[in-house]
């Protein structure tokens, strides 16, 4: 426990260490923030509207607790249409025996309507990857999947740019006896041409009864995004800050990274 602990801190300080230095050396190749071509596909764990362009890849990798990474890679296969697969699992770092995912995890985002001065952006879509460890004797991820989705995101310039979504979600995870549909919102907010912050809120009504994880609380999450050149994004979450899950003290710290590039 402690050196897995002191190996989590090392990782939290190489990274940190990392931004500074990258911030010493941005150019303006392109931004997470106003200067962006790149849509958000996520705010954290959750959907936005945006999709990557037609014929561009997007590889994601977020690296979680008990040493787990996930990966995603995204494909732009029509102009509105795209498609992901993902793996991953736990102790992928260090000692201890790799406890792998069962399946990989599939998605699909079709964007309906298109944003106009008035109308947000909709999209539809289904993604089958859940967020953590996934727990065998419950047959669902720990936060789970979104299921089946709908998603309206909207955009305002203010003081850079101000993004709205909020969606609601149907997940297949339902050993734990919990069938509800769930909804959620989000924002982001640039700081700047290289900076975004994140909020999100996952109401948790699919998960807050029989052998649910939750307690009823529904999972807030925070984070923040940094552009260090064209496509390429650096990001760290802090997870559940209000204790949905009884395991959470602090917050579930993660990192993640994104890499946008046409094919």
């Known amino acids: 426990m402690i050196q897995r602990t002191l190996h989590c801190r090392n990782l939290c300080i190489a990274f ?4 500074f230095l990258t911030i010493g050396c941005l150019h303006a190749q392109g931004s997470a923030g ?8 996520y705010l954290i ?15 994601d990798m977020e690296f979680y607790q008990e040493d787990g990474i996930l990966s995603t890679l995204s494909i732009g296969a029509f102009n509105r249409l795209v498609f992901g697969i993902s793996f991953g699992g ?7 025996k790799p406890l792998w995912n069962s399946t990989p995890g599939f998605a699909a ?18 993604d089958s990857q859940g967020k953590g460890a996934y727990i065998d004797q419950l047959s669902r991820y720990t936060v789970k999947s979104l299921g089946f989705y709908a998603v309206a995101s909207k955009n305002y310039k203010v003081m850079g740019f101000l993004s709205l979504h909020g969606g609601i979600n149907y ?10 549909p769930n909804f959620f919102v989000g924002a982001e907010k640039t ?10 809120y996952n109401l948790g009504s699919n998960d807050n009864n029989g052998d649910a994880l939750g307690r009823g609380r529904g999972y807030a999450n925070l984070g923040f995004r940094i552009s260090v050149g064209k496509g390429f994004s650096l990001g760290m979450n802090l997870k559940d800050i209000i204790q949905n899950q009884q395991e ?8 993640m990274l994104e890499y946008v590039q046409a094919m």
């Open 171 to 180: 997940s297949l995870e339902r050993a734990d006896g919990n069938e509800s």
């Open 34 to 41: 106003s200067g962006s071509t790149i849509e958000p596909r």
């Open 248 to 255: 959470i003290s602090i917050g579930n710290r993660t990192l």
């Open 90 to 96: 736990s102790h992928i770092i260090g000692t201890e």
């Open 109 to 126: 985002r079709l964007r309906v309507i298109e944003e106009t001065i008035v109308l947000p952006a909709i999209a539809l879509g289904f």
């Open 16 to 19: 940190v260490c990392s931004l």
């Open 191 to 200: 700081l700047g041409p290289f900076i975004s912050c994140f909020g999100e």
């Open 45 to 59: 764990d959750l959907p936005t509207a945006g999709i990557i362009p037609h014929g561009n890849i997007a590889l």
